[in-house]
Protein backbone atom coordinates (compact mmCIF):
# COMPACT_ATOMS: atom_id res chain seq x y z
CA UNK A 1 0.00 0.00 0.00
CA UNK A 2 1.31 3.58 -0.90
CA UNK A 3 0.86 7.00 1.57
CA UNK A 4 0.45 9.87 0.07
CA UNK A 5 0.88 13.41 1.07
CA UNK A 6 -1.27 15.37 -0.69
CA UNK A 7 -0.93 19.56 -0.41
CA UNK A 8 -3.45 21.61 -1.17
CA UNK A 9 -6.38 18.98 -1.66
CA UNK A 10 -9.36 21.24 -0.59
CA UNK A 11 -8.12 23.85 -3.66
CA UNK A 12 -9.65 23.18 -7.19
CA UNK A 13 -7.36 20.65 -8.51
CA UNK A 14 -6.11 19.13 -5.61
CA UNK A 15 -9.42 18.18 -4.56
CA UNK A 16 -10.57 16.66 -8.26
CA UNK A 17 -7.61 14.73 -7.74
CA UNK A 18 -7.80 13.61 -4.56
CA UNK A 19 -11.18 12.08 -5.32
CA UNK A 20 -9.36 10.72 -8.68
CA UNK A 21 -6.97 8.97 -7.14
CA UNK A 22 -9.40 7.33 -4.01
CA UNK A 23 -11.67 6.17 -7.10
CA UNK A 24 -8.81 4.60 -9.21
CA UNK A 25 -6.63 2.84 -6.47
CA UNK A 26 -7.86 1.26 -4.08
CA UNK A 27 -4.62 0.07 -2.12
CA UNK A 28 -3.76 4.23 -1.11
CA UNK A 29 -4.25 5.89 1.83
CA UNK A 30 -3.85 9.63 1.29
CA UNK A 31 -2.91 12.27 4.15
CA UNK A 32 -4.72 15.99 2.93
CA UNK A 33 -2.08 18.76 4.12
CA UNK A 34 -3.96 22.36 3.45
CA UNK A 35 -3.93 25.59 5.74
CA UNK A 36 -7.34 26.48 4.19
CA UNK A 37 -6.35 29.47 2.73
CA UNK A 38 -10.00 31.83 1.57
CA UNK A 39 -9.03 29.71 -1.70
CA UNK A 40 -9.41 25.88 0.55
CA UNK A 41 -12.76 24.82 1.11
CA UNK A 42 -13.03 21.59 3.75
CA UNK A 43 -16.75 20.86 2.60
CA UNK A 44 -15.61 20.18 -1.63
CA UNK A 45 -13.03 17.23 0.56
CA UNK A 46 -15.08 16.04 3.89
CA UNK A 47 -17.17 13.21 2.13
CA UNK A 48 -13.96 11.76 1.02
CA UNK A 49 -12.05 11.96 4.86
CA UNK A 50 -12.98 8.51 6.21
CA UNK A 51 -9.81 8.19 8.37
CA UNK A 52 -9.06 5.07 7.43
CA UNK A 53 -8.03 5.67 3.59
CA UNK A 54 -8.41 9.56 4.28
CA UNK A 55 -7.19 11.99 6.83
CA UNK A 56 -6.87 15.75 6.51
CA UNK A 57 -4.30 17.80 8.56
CA UNK A 58 -5.21 21.73 8.50
CA UNK A 59 -1.42 22.82 8.09
CA UNK A 60 1.17 25.48 6.33
CA UNK A 61 3.80 23.64 3.92
CA UNK A 62 5.99 26.40 5.13
CA UNK A 63 6.05 24.41 8.61
CA UNK A 64 8.62 22.87 9.28
CA UNK A 65 7.99 20.98 12.86
CA UNK A 66 4.60 19.78 11.09
CA UNK A 67 6.33 18.45 7.87
CA UNK A 68 8.52 16.66 10.28
CA UNK A 69 5.94 15.29 12.30
CA UNK A 70 3.57 13.97 9.28
CA UNK A 71 6.74 12.45 7.71
CA UNK A 72 7.13 10.26 10.84
CA UNK A 73 3.88 9.27 11.59
CA UNK A 74 2.23 8.36 8.26
CA UNK A 75 5.97 7.34 6.53
CA UNK A 76 4.55 8.92 2.93
CA UNK A 77 5.49 6.92 -0.40
CA UNK A 78 4.77 9.77 -2.48
CA UNK A 79 4.56 13.41 -1.87
CA UNK A 80 2.09 15.23 -4.25
CA UNK A 81 2.16 19.27 -4.32
CA UNK A 82 -0.32 21.02 -4.83
CA UNK A 83 -0.58 23.40 -2.22
CA UNK A 84 0.19 27.16 -3.36
CA UNK A 85 -1.24 30.59 -4.06
CA UNK A 86 -2.48 29.78 -7.80
CA UNK A 87 -4.25 33.47 -8.73
CA UNK A 88 -2.11 35.81 -10.97
CA UNK A 89 -4.24 39.08 -10.25
CA UNK A 90 -3.60 38.48 -6.28
CA UNK A 91 -0.02 38.12 -6.63
CA UNK A 92 0.20 41.00 -8.78
CA UNK A 93 -1.45 42.29 -4.98
CA UNK A 94 0.45 40.84 -2.68
CA UNK A 95 3.95 39.10 -4.21
CA UNK A 96 5.70 38.06 -1.08
CA UNK A 97 2.60 35.86 -0.32
CA UNK A 98 3.43 34.27 -3.20
CA UNK A 99 6.73 33.69 -3.14
CA UNK A 100 6.41 32.64 0.52
CA UNK A 101 3.86 29.53 -0.15
CA UNK A 102 5.08 28.61 -3.49
CA UNK A 103 8.97 28.56 -2.92
CA UNK A 104 9.83 28.35 0.42
CA UNK A 105 6.87 26.19 0.80
CA UNK A 106 7.91 23.71 -1.99
CA UNK A 107 11.03 24.20 -0.35
CA UNK A 108 10.33 23.00 2.89
CA UNK A 109 8.81 19.82 1.71
CA UNK A 110 11.86 18.77 0.04
CA UNK A 111 13.74 19.19 3.27
CA UNK A 112 11.44 17.19 5.30
CA UNK A 113 10.93 14.49 2.72
CA UNK A 114 14.95 14.54 2.56
CA UNK A 115 14.87 14.14 5.92
CA UNK A 116 12.69 11.14 5.95
CA UNK A 117 13.62 9.39 2.92
CA UNK A 118 17.52 9.40 2.99
CA UNK A 119 19.00 5.97 4.18
CA UNK A 120 22.78 6.31 3.58
CA UNK A 121 25.17 7.68 1.11
CA UNK A 122 27.18 5.89 -2.00
CA UNK A 123 30.82 6.14 -2.58
CA UNK A 124 30.15 9.68 -3.84
CA UNK A 125 28.73 11.06 -1.13
CA UNK A 126 25.08 11.23 -2.48
CA UNK A 127 22.14 10.61 -0.29
CA UNK A 128 20.89 6.86 -1.25
CA UNK A 129 17.22 7.10 -0.94
CA UNK A 130 14.27 4.93 0.13
CA UNK A 131 13.06 2.37 -2.17
CA UNK A 132 10.21 3.60 -4.41
CA UNK A 133 9.28 6.99 -3.28
CA UNK A 134 8.44 10.05 -5.12
CA UNK A 135 8.29 14.36 -4.92
CA UNK A 136 5.61 15.41 -7.22
CA UNK A 137 5.43 19.19 -7.88
CA UNK A 138 2.36 19.98 -9.81
CA UNK A 139 3.44 23.68 -11.90
CA UNK A 140 2.14 25.59 -14.35
CA UNK A 141 2.88 26.28 -18.38
CA UNK A 142 2.81 29.97 -17.13
CA UNK A 143 6.52 29.39 -16.11
CA UNK A 144 7.60 29.79 -20.17
CA UNK A 145 6.19 32.97 -20.45
CA UNK A 146 4.27 34.21 -23.35
CA UNK A 147 3.97 32.93 -26.68
CA UNK A 148 3.26 35.18 -29.96
CA UNK A 149 1.09 34.03 -32.66
CA UNK A 150 3.11 30.76 -33.57
CA UNK A 151 4.90 27.72 -31.57
CA UNK A 152 3.89 25.88 -28.57
CA UNK A 153 5.91 25.30 -25.26
CA UNK A 154 7.98 22.22 -24.89
CA UNK A 155 9.78 20.74 -21.54
CA UNK A 156 13.06 22.79 -23.34
CA UNK A 157 11.67 25.95 -23.82
CA UNK A 158 13.39 28.09 -21.89
CA UNK A 159 11.81 29.59 -18.60
CA UNK A 160 10.98 33.10 -18.81
CA UNK A 161 8.33 34.15 -16.37
CA UNK A 162 6.41 37.36 -15.98
CA UNK A 163 4.03 37.80 -13.39
CA UNK A 164 4.56 37.17 -9.64
CA UNK A 165 3.13 33.58 -9.59
CA UNK A 166 4.82 32.73 -12.44
CA UNK A 167 8.06 33.86 -11.19
CA UNK A 168 7.59 31.99 -7.69
CA UNK A 169 6.75 28.80 -9.33
CA UNK A 170 9.62 28.79 -12.16
CA UNK A 171 11.86 29.33 -8.66
CA UNK A 172 9.66 26.57 -7.00
CA UNK A 173 10.27 24.30 -10.33
CA UNK A 174 14.53 25.47 -10.04
CA UNK A 175 14.50 24.48 -6.24
CA UNK A 176 12.55 20.91 -7.30
CA UNK A 177 15.12 20.38 -9.89
CA UNK A 178 18.20 21.01 -7.43
CA UNK A 179 17.24 18.93 -4.86
CA UNK A 180 17.00 16.41 -7.78
CA UNK A 181 20.57 17.48 -9.04
CA UNK A 182 22.39 17.92 -5.97
CA UNK A 183 20.95 14.93 -3.72
CA UNK A 184 19.60 13.08 -6.46
CA UNK A 185 16.59 13.41 -4.81
CA UNK A 186 13.43 11.56 -6.95
CA UNK A 187 11.39 13.95 -8.45
CA UNK A 188 9.58 14.55 -11.42
CA UNK A 189 7.25 17.93 -12.22
CA UNK A 190 4.35 18.31 -14.43
CA UNK A 191 3.50 21.65 -16.37
CA UNK A 192 -0.13 22.33 -17.63
CA UNK A 193 -2.36 24.17 -19.16
CA UNK A 194 -5.49 26.21 -17.42
CA UNK A 195 -7.67 23.87 -16.18
CA UNK A 196 -11.62 24.02 -15.87
CA UNK A 197 -13.70 22.33 -14.43
CA UNK A 198 -16.20 21.13 -10.65
CA UNK A 199 -14.66 23.47 -7.61
CA UNK A 200 -13.23 25.72 -9.36
CA UNK A 201 -12.78 28.70 -7.43
CA UNK A 202 -14.72 31.88 -9.26
CA UNK A 203 -12.03 34.23 -8.91
CA UNK A 204 -10.79 32.64 -12.14
CA UNK A 205 -12.36 33.31 -15.54
CA UNK A 206 -14.87 30.82 -16.36
CA UNK A 207 -16.69 30.10 -12.51
CA UNK A 208 -16.82 33.83 -12.62
CA UNK A 209 -18.32 34.08 -15.70
CA UNK A 210 -21.32 31.27 -14.15
CA UNK A 211 -21.43 33.18 -11.24
CA UNK A 212 -21.71 36.30 -12.62
CA UNK A 213 -24.58 35.37 -15.73
CA UNK A 214 -26.25 33.26 -12.79
CA UNK A 215 -26.37 36.88 -10.82
CA UNK A 216 -27.62 38.90 -13.81
CA UNK A 217 -23.94 40.58 -13.24
CA UNK A 218 -21.96 42.25 -16.31
CA UNK A 219 -18.71 39.53 -18.02
CA UNK A 220 -15.51 41.54 -17.34
CA UNK A 221 -13.09 40.91 -20.18
CA UNK A 222 -9.50 41.84 -19.34
CA UNK A 223 -8.09 44.49 -22.18
CA UNK A 224 -9.79 43.57 -25.90
CA UNK A 225 -10.35 39.70 -25.05
CA UNK A 226 -7.27 38.19 -27.79
CA UNK A 227 -5.18 36.98 -25.01
CA UNK A 228 -4.94 32.71 -25.92
CA UNK A 229 -5.13 29.81 -23.18
CA UNK A 230 -5.15 26.03 -23.66
CA UNK A 231 -7.95 24.92 -21.70
CA UNK A 232 -7.69 21.36 -20.25
CA UNK A 233 -10.26 19.82 -17.98
CA UNK A 234 -9.38 18.82 -14.53
CA UNK A 235 -9.75 15.16 -14.83
CA UNK A 236 -8.14 14.76 -17.51
CA UNK A 237 -4.78 16.71 -15.31
CA UNK A 238 -5.63 14.60 -12.78
CA UNK A 239 -5.32 11.36 -14.63
CA UNK A 240 -1.77 12.97 -16.23
CA UNK A 241 -0.23 13.71 -12.80
CA UNK A 242 -1.76 10.03 -11.53
CA UNK A 243 0.10 8.77 -14.61
CA UNK A 244 3.63 11.01 -13.71
CA UNK A 245 3.92 10.07 -10.20
CA UNK A 246 3.55 6.24 -10.78
CA UNK A 247 5.07 6.05 -13.83
CA UNK A 248 7.00 8.98 -14.70
CA UNK A 249 10.99 8.82 -14.91
CA UNK A 250 12.77 10.87 -12.07
CA UNK A 251 14.07 13.94 -13.14
CA UNK A 252 11.95 14.86 -15.65
CA UNK A 253 9.39 17.13 -16.90
CA UNK A 254 6.29 16.73 -18.72
CA UNK A 255 4.12 19.25 -20.06
CA UNK A 256 0.26 18.70 -20.15
CA UNK A 257 -1.70 20.72 -22.03
CA UNK A 258 -5.38 19.95 -23.54
CA UNK A 259 -4.86 21.36 -27.32
CA UNK A 260 -7.13 23.44 -27.01
CA UNK A 261 -6.43 26.73 -27.30
CA UNK A 262 -8.98 29.85 -27.45
CA UNK A 263 -9.33 33.66 -27.05
CA UNK A 264 -10.78 34.49 -23.49
CA UNK A 265 -13.46 36.36 -25.92
CA UNK A 266 -14.15 33.03 -27.33
CA UNK A 267 -14.42 31.19 -23.90
CA UNK A 268 -16.59 33.79 -22.72
CA UNK A 269 -19.10 33.99 -25.89
CA UNK A 270 -18.89 30.42 -25.34
CA UNK A 271 -20.22 30.07 -21.72
CA UNK A 272 -22.90 32.64 -22.61
CA UNK A 273 -24.00 30.15 -25.48
CA UNK A 274 -24.03 27.14 -23.53
CA UNK A 275 -25.48 28.32 -20.50
CA UNK A 276 -28.57 29.86 -22.66
CA UNK A 277 -28.65 27.00 -24.45
CA UNK A 278 -28.59 24.50 -21.29
CA UNK A 279 -31.55 27.28 -20.21
CA UNK A 280 -33.50 26.50 -22.68
CA UNK A 281 -33.33 22.82 -23.04
CA UNK A 282 -33.94 22.03 -19.06
CA UNK A 283 -35.65 25.17 -17.82
CA UNK A 284 -35.96 24.12 -14.38
CA UNK A 285 -32.54 25.07 -14.50
CA UNK A 286 -33.87 28.53 -14.69
CA UNK A 287 -34.67 28.40 -10.76
CA UNK A 288 -30.94 29.02 -10.01
CA UNK A 289 -30.95 32.34 -11.50
CA UNK A 290 -30.49 35.24 -8.80
CA UNK A 291 -31.53 37.10 -11.53
CA UNK A 292 -35.26 36.61 -12.19
CA UNK A 293 -36.27 38.74 -14.67
CA UNK A 294 -39.58 39.19 -16.43
CA UNK A 295 -41.96 36.44 -15.01
CA UNK A 296 -43.56 35.77 -18.60
CA UNK A 297 -46.83 33.31 -18.18
CA UNK A 298 -44.76 31.78 -15.30
CA UNK A 299 -41.66 31.46 -17.23
CA UNK A 300 -38.48 32.93 -16.01
CA UNK A 301 -37.08 35.15 -18.94
CA UNK A 302 -33.41 34.32 -20.08
CA UNK A 303 -33.92 36.96 -23.10
CA UNK A 304 -31.02 38.83 -21.38
CA UNK A 305 -28.18 36.76 -21.72
CA UNK A 306 -26.56 37.24 -24.78
CA UNK A 307 -22.99 38.99 -25.68
CA UNK A 308 -23.88 42.60 -24.49
CA UNK A 309 -23.35 41.23 -21.13
CA UNK A 310 -19.64 40.96 -21.87
CA UNK A 311 -17.76 44.36 -20.41
CA UNK A 312 -14.24 45.62 -21.45
CA UNK A 313 -12.32 46.25 -18.12
CA UNK A 314 -8.22 47.15 -17.58
CA UNK A 315 -6.37 44.68 -18.69
CA UNK A 316 -3.88 42.81 -16.50
CA UNK A 317 -0.79 44.29 -15.34
CA UNK A 318 2.08 42.23 -17.75
CA UNK A 319 -0.89 40.35 -19.44
CA UNK A 320 0.30 37.42 -20.56
CA UNK A 321 -0.58 36.81 -24.77
CA UNK A 322 -0.75 33.42 -25.65
CA UNK A 323 -0.24 30.26 -24.07
CA UNK A 324 -0.08 26.54 -25.90
CA UNK A 325 1.61 23.45 -24.44
CA UNK A 326 2.99 20.60 -26.64
CA UNK A 327 2.16 17.67 -24.76
CA UNK A 328 3.94 15.17 -27.40
CA UNK A 329 6.24 13.63 -24.35
CA UNK A 330 3.77 12.69 -21.84
CA UNK A 331 2.02 11.38 -25.35
CA UNK A 332 4.93 9.45 -26.22
CA UNK A 333 6.02 8.25 -22.77
CA UNK A 334 3.05 7.41 -21.24
CA UNK A 335 0.04 7.40 -23.45
CA UNK A 336 -1.25 10.31 -21.74
CA UNK A 337 -3.67 12.54 -24.24
CA UNK A 338 -6.78 14.59 -23.40
CA UNK A 339 -9.61 13.09 -23.45
CA UNK A 340 -12.56 15.51 -22.55
CA UNK A 341 -13.68 17.78 -25.54
CA UNK A 342 -14.37 21.15 -24.88
CA UNK A 343 -17.47 21.35 -25.49
CA UNK A 344 -18.23 18.52 -23.63
CA UNK A 345 -16.07 20.00 -20.57
CA UNK A 346 -17.47 23.35 -20.66
CA UNK A 347 -21.44 21.51 -20.31
CA UNK A 348 -20.56 19.47 -17.44
CA UNK A 349 -18.60 22.49 -15.96
CA UNK A 350 -21.83 24.39 -16.19
CA UNK A 351 -23.83 21.61 -15.25
CA UNK A 352 -22.25 20.80 -11.80
CA UNK A 353 -22.29 24.83 -11.32
CA UNK A 354 -26.07 25.04 -11.95
CA UNK A 355 -26.17 21.83 -9.23
CA UNK A 356 -23.73 23.01 -6.67
CA UNK A 357 -25.34 26.88 -6.09
CA UNK A 358 -24.84 26.10 -2.37
CA UNK A 359 -20.78 25.67 -2.70
CA UNK A 360 -20.52 28.81 -4.54
CA UNK A 361 -22.31 30.46 -2.07
CA UNK A 362 -20.02 28.72 0.75
CA UNK A 363 -16.76 29.47 -0.95
CA UNK A 364 -17.62 32.87 -1.56
CA UNK A 365 -19.46 33.55 1.46
CA UNK A 366 -15.69 35.27 3.42
CA UNK A 367 -13.86 38.15 2.15
CA UNK A 368 -14.93 37.43 -1.59
CA UNK A 369 -17.17 40.51 -2.08
CA UNK A 370 -14.21 42.73 -0.68
CA UNK A 371 -11.97 41.00 -3.53
CA UNK A 372 -14.60 41.40 -6.41
CA UNK A 373 -15.12 45.24 -5.61
CA UNK A 374 -11.45 45.75 -5.68
CA UNK A 375 -11.08 43.91 -8.81
CA UNK A 376 -14.15 45.07 -11.01
CA UNK A 377 -15.87 48.15 -8.85
CA UNK A 378 -19.71 47.53 -7.17
CA UNK A 379 -20.99 46.66 -10.30
P1 LIG B 1 -6.31 26.71 -5.64
O1 LIG B 1 -5.97 28.13 -5.35
O2 LIG B 1 -7.71 26.37 -6.03
O3 LIG B 1 -5.97 25.81 -4.35
C1 LIG B 1 -4.79 25.98 -3.64
C2 LIG B 1 -4.93 25.17 -2.34
O4 LIG B 1 -3.69 25.31 -1.62
C3 LIG B 1 -6.04 25.67 -1.41
O5 LIG B 1 -6.75 24.59 -0.87
C4 LIG B 1 -5.29 26.42 -0.30
O6 LIG B 1 -5.95 26.40 0.94
C5 LIG B 1 -3.98 25.63 -0.26
N1 LIG B 1 -2.86 26.41 0.28
C6 LIG B 1 -2.49 27.66 -0.07
N2 LIG B 1 -1.42 28.05 0.66
C7 LIG B 1 -1.11 27.01 1.47
C8 LIG B 1 -0.10 26.78 2.45
N3 LIG B 1 0.81 27.72 2.74
N4 LIG B 1 -0.06 25.59 3.08
C9 LIG B 1 -0.99 24.63 2.80
N5 LIG B 1 -1.97 24.80 1.90
C10 LIG B 1 -2.03 25.97 1.23
O7 LIG B 1 -5.26 26.23 -6.72
P2 LIG B 1 -5.47 25.26 -7.97
O8 LIG B 1 -6.00 26.03 -9.11
O9 LIG B 1 -6.14 24.04 -7.52
O10 LIG B 1 -3.94 24.93 -8.30
C11 LIG B 1 -3.27 23.86 -7.64
C12 LIG B 1 -1.83 23.80 -8.15
O11 LIG B 1 -1.82 23.61 -9.56
C13 LIG B 1 -1.05 25.09 -7.88
O12 LIG B 1 0.25 24.71 -7.52
C14 LIG B 1 -1.06 25.80 -9.22
O13 LIG B 1 0.09 26.58 -9.36
C15 LIG B 1 -1.06 24.64 -10.19
N6 LIG B 1 -1.69 24.86 -11.49
C16 LIG B 1 -2.96 25.36 -11.57
C17 LIG B 1 -3.56 25.48 -12.82
C18 LIG B 1 -4.98 25.99 -12.97
O14 LIG B 1 -5.44 26.17 -14.10
N7 LIG B 1 -5.71 26.22 -11.90
C19 LIG B 1 -2.86 25.11 -13.98
C20 LIG B 1 -1.55 24.62 -13.84
C21 LIG B 1 -1.00 24.49 -12.60
O1 LIG C 1 -1.85 28.49 -17.38
C1 LIG C 1 -1.99 27.89 -16.12
C2 LIG C 1 -2.47 28.91 -15.13
O2 LIG C 1 -3.85 29.14 -15.40
C3 LIG C 1 -2.29 28.47 -13.68
O3 LIG C 1 -0.92 28.33 -13.40
C4 LIG C 1 -2.92 29.48 -12.71
O4 LIG C 1 -2.84 29.00 -11.39
C5 LIG C 1 -4.37 29.66 -13.09
O5 LIG C 1 -4.97 30.65 -12.27
C6 LIG C 1 -4.51 30.07 -14.56
O6 LIG C 1 -3.95 31.39 -14.76
P1 LIG C 1 -4.65 32.47 -15.71
O7 LIG C 1 -4.23 33.81 -15.30
O8 LIG C 1 -4.47 32.09 -17.15
O9 LIG C 1 -6.21 32.18 -15.35
P2 LIG C 1 -7.43 33.19 -15.09
O10 LIG C 1 -8.66 32.34 -15.03
O11 LIG C 1 -7.17 34.13 -13.99
O12 LIG C 1 -7.48 34.01 -16.45
C7 LIG C 1 -7.64 33.38 -17.71
C8 LIG C 1 -7.59 34.46 -18.77
O13 LIG C 1 -8.77 35.25 -18.66
C9 LIG C 1 -6.42 35.41 -18.59
O14 LIG C 1 -5.94 35.78 -19.88
C10 LIG C 1 -7.02 36.63 -17.90
C11 LIG C 1 -8.45 36.63 -18.40
N1 LIG C 1 -9.48 37.14 -17.46
C12 LIG C 1 -9.50 36.64 -16.19
C13 LIG C 1 -10.44 37.08 -15.27
C14 LIG C 1 -10.44 36.54 -13.87
C15 LIG C 1 -10.43 38.07 -17.89
O15 LIG C 1 -10.43 38.48 -19.06
N2 LIG C 1 -11.37 38.49 -16.98
C16 LIG C 1 -11.41 38.04 -15.69
O16 LIG C 1 -12.29 38.51 -14.91
Not at 78 to 86: Q, R
Not at 167 to 190: E, N
Not at 358 to 370: F, H, L, P, R
Request: aromatic share 12%; charged share 25%.
Amino acid sequence: MKTYLVTGAAGFIGANYLKYILAKHEDIRVVVLDALTYAGNLGTIVADLDNERCFFVKGDICDRQLADQLFAEYRFDYVVNFAAESHVDRSIENPQLFLITNILGTQNLLDAARRAWVTGKDAQGYPTWQKGVRFHQVSTDEVYGSLGEEGYFTETTPLCPHSPYSASKTSADMVVMAYHDTYKMPVTITRCSNNYGPYHFPEKLIPLIIKNIVEGKKLPVYGDGSNVRDWLYVEDHCKAIDLVVRKGTKGEVYNVGGHNEKTNLEIVKLTIATIRRLLTEKPEYREVLKHKQKEDRGEISIDWIDENLITFVKDRLGHDQRYAIDPTKISSELGWSPETRFEEGIVKTIEWYLNNQIWVEEVTSGDYQKYYERMYGKK
